[in-house]
C-alpha cells in the first residue's frame, strides 16, 4: 500500500468535507431575507472567516437543528484558544456589564457589540466598534447620554468635525473593563485621562487645594467633570454650559453652598508665569518670589557674617593667652 499516498487522500477528504459543511450551511442561511441569514462575503472578510460554523455553534444537531444554543464566545478567547485575544474577555467579566450579564440581568454581551458573523477589527471603517460608531453603538442602551454627548464639545468634534482623536465613550468609560461610575480608582484615572489631551489644564488644576487632595488619592473633591459636566461638556461661551456666567455660581454651591458672585472670581485654572491672562497674580507671585528670595539672602549673609566674626574673636582671644 502506498502510505504517502493513503495519508494525502484522508487530508483531502477531511479538508473536503470540513469545507463542505460550511458551505453546506449556506444552503440555508445564505438565503437572503430569511431569519437566519448570514451574509457569506461578510462572514468570509471577517476576523472569523477561516473558522468553521460549528467552532462557534457547538452540539448542532442535523437538520433540523432544534433549539440552538447561545453562542458563548468565552469559548475561546477566556480561555486564549487557537490565538483569541483572551485579556478583553477577562476585562468584560469584571465590567458592570460582565457583573450584570452572570447575574442573569439583561446586559450587553460580546455579540451586541461586536456583531455576530460580520466581525471586524476596530481599525475597520465597517466594524460596529470603529471609532466612529462608538457613541451610536452605546448610545443603543443609553440613548439619553448619547444625546447629551451629541451636543458637547466632544461630540461636535467626533461627529460633525470628523476629528478623529475627540474623546468617544470608550476613551473615558474604557473598552471592555467598564467600571461603575462610582469606583474611586477609575475617578481618580479618569481625572489623569483628561489630562492626556489637557496638559496645561491638569497642571495648573494640580496647583489647586482640589488638585493637591485629589493626588493624595481622595475621590470627595471637586474633579474634572464636577466643574466642566461629564457628557454635556460645553465651551465657557455657550450660555448652556456649567462654567457660563450664567451657571457658574450655581455650579459652585454644589459643593460651596454658601458662594456668591465674589467666590466666583477664584482662579480654577491659574498659571502664575502667565504675565498676560493673569497680571495681577503674576506680579503678586513675583513680588512675593523676590521678597522669599530677598528674606534667605539677608538672613543667610548675616549668618555667615555672625559666624565670621565670632571666629575672628576666637582666633584673638586664643592669640591673646
Known amino acids: 500500500m502506498n502510505l504517502p499516498l493513503l495519508i494525502t487522500t484522508i487530508a483531502f477528504l477531511l479538508l473536503s468535507s470540513h469545507a463542505s459543511a460550511k458551505e453546506d450551511c449556506y444552503d440555508c442561511h445564505g438565503q437572503q431575507g430569511g431569519r437566519t441569514y448570514v451574509n457569506k462575503d461578510a462572514l468570509v472578510q471577517s476576523v472569523h472567516g477561516k473558522i468553521a460554523c460549528d467552532k462557534c455553534h457547538l452540539n448542532i444537531a442535523p437538520y433540523p437543528h432544534g433549539t440552538v444554543s447561545k453562542v458563548n464566545c468565552g469559548i475561546c478567547h ?19 456589564h460582565g457583573l450584570a450579564a452572570g447575574k442573569g440581568t439583561m446586559a450587553p454581551t460580546c455579540q451586541t457589540c461586536h456583531g455576530g458573523h460580520a466581525i471586524y477589527r476596530s481599525a475597520d471603517p465597517r466594524s460596529s466598534t470603529s471609532r466612529e460608531k462608538i457613541p451610536a453603538l452605546c448610545g443603543r442602551c443609553h440613548a439619553a447620554e448619547l444625546g447629551v454627548y451629541e451636543k458637547s464639545i466632544h461630540g461636535t468634534l467626533l461627529l460633525k ?13 474604557m473598552e471592555h473593563r467598564i467600571p461603575s461610575a462610582s469606583e474611586a480608582k477609575w475617578k481618580l484615572s479618569l481625572v489623569s485621562k483628561c489630562g492626556t489631551c489637557h496638559p496645561e489644564e491638569m497642571d495648573t488644576y ?22 466642566h459636566g461629564s457628557h454635556d461638556i460645553l465651551p465657557q461661551n455657550d450660555p448652556a454650559s456649567t462654567l457660563s456666567s450664567k451657571n457658574l455660581l450655581s455650579t459652585c454651591a454644589k459643593c460651596h453652598p454658601g458662594a456668591t458672585e ?22 503678586t507671585f513675583l513680588f512675593m ?22 571666629l575672628k574673636e576666637r582666633i584673638q582671644k586664643k592669640g591673646g593667652m
Open 78 to 96: 477566556f480561555l486564549g484558544r487557537d490565538g483569541a485575544p483572551k485579556e478583553q474577555a477577562a476585562e468584560y467579566k469584571l465590567s458592570v
Open 262 to 283: 465674589s467666590f466666583t472670581k477664584f482662579y480654577a485654572h491659574a498659571e502664575e508665569t502667565n504675565r498676560a491672562k493673569y497680571p495681577v497674580l503674576y506680579y
Open 161 to 173: 468635525n470628523n476629528v478623529s482623536s475627540a474623546p468617544t465613550c470608550f476613551d473615558c468609560h
Open 206 to 227: 494640580h496647583k489647586t487645594y482640589h488638585g493637591k487632595v485629589t493626588r493624595l488619592g481622595y475621590t470627595t473633591i471637586a474633579m474634572c467633570w464636577d466643574c
Open 289 to 310: 518670589t523676590l521678597l522669599l528670595i530677598g528674606t534667605f539672602a539677608f538672613f543667610l549673609t548675616h549668618t555667615f557674617l555672625w559666624a565670621y566674626r565670632a
